[in-house]
Nanobody, 123 residues
Framework: QVRLVESGGGLVQAGGSLRLSCAAS????????MGWFRQAPGKEREFVAA????????YYTDSVKGRFTISRDNAKNTVYLQMNSLKPEDTAVYYC????????????????WGQGTQVTVSS
């Protein structure tokens, strides 16, 4: 069992930055691939970024490439999402998720989810 708690969301102007954190409970965090997803009002949850269990491989959706960076610190049981050059269309609730399988861009591949943190980007 893995419990995930996101933090770091908030209100920021377009062009600004935020860093989201996702703290995981459990001693097996380093064996899970991690992902970030987001869901805007009236839209389906969409993939943002993923990282494998070592942190050596990452994967991003095209709309955030070059602006967002996913990373992890296995000693701290934490995964991060650094978001730069934010745009109003990045506004959403951001969720982190853990999978015991390979990192993936499909929500159903993930076994555990956090409660989400709101990110609002004003124009």
């Amino acid at each position: 069992q893995v419990r995930l708690v996101e933090s770091g969301g908030g209100l920021v102007q377009a062009g600004g930055s935020l860093r989201l954190s996702c703290a995981a409970s459990g001693r097996t965090f380093s064996s899970y691939a991690m992902g970030w997803f987001r869901q805007a009002p009236g839209k389906e949850r969409e993939f943002v970024a993923a990282i494998n269990w070592t942190g050596g491989r990452t994967y991003y959706t095209d709309s955030v490439k070059g602006r967002f960076t996913i990373s992890r610190d296995n000693a701290k049981n934490t995964v991060y999402l650094q978001m730069n050059s934010l745009k109003p269309e990045d506004t959403a609730v951001y969720y982190c998720a853990a999978t015991s399988g390979q990192m993936a861009n499909i929500a159903t591949r993930y076994d555990y989810w956090g409660q989400g943190t709101q990110v609002t980007v004003s124009s």
